[in-house]
């Protein structure tokens, strides 16, 4: 599975962005996706994410209000919504896919086989 993510820009703060991740060389249905992110200097943080049935979905507190993931199964395509950007949004978006994920590792980056290369979202104040 090749994951290839795009959305991101640069845009100023309250704006809204929707990350795309397209996935080729098998169904995101079969898999679990999420969206992490890496601000400069940092580790690679968990956004939000999708179990692999579509019926659970994961966030982070601090995000949650703001990031909406989704997935459009006949597209092969996930999403990320984010709205109300603020600077510290600022970071490479990366997209992901893994077999099944549960409470205890969606958050986890080795839950995931696959990852996208990321896009850059740049968010000024």
């Known amino acids: 599975v090749q994951l290839q993510a795009s959305g991101g820009g640069l845009v100023q703060a309250g704006d809204s962005l929707r990350l795309s991740c397209a996935a080729s060389?098998?169904?995101?249905?079969?898999?679990?996706v999420a969206w992490f992110r890496q601000a400069p200097g940092m580790e690679r943080n968990f956004v939000a994410g999708?179990?692999?049935?579509?019926?659970?979905?994961y966030s982070t507190d601090d995000m949650k209000d703001r990031f909406t993931i989704s997935r459009d199964n006949a597209r092969n395509t996930m999403y990320l919504q984010m709205n109300s950007l603020r600077p510290d949004d600022t970071a490479v978006y990366y997209c992901?896919?893994?077999?099944?994920?549960?409470?205890?590792?969606?958050?986890?980056?080795?839950?995931?086989?696959?990852w996208g290369l990321g896009t850059q979202v740049t968010v000024s104040s």
């Open positions: 999708i179990n692999r049935s579509g019926g659970r979905i």
């Open positions: 060389g098998g169904s995101i249905n079969r898999w679990a």
């Open positions: 992901a896919a893994g077999p099944s994920v549960i409470a205890s590792n969606v958050r986890s980056q080795s839950a995931y086989y696959y």
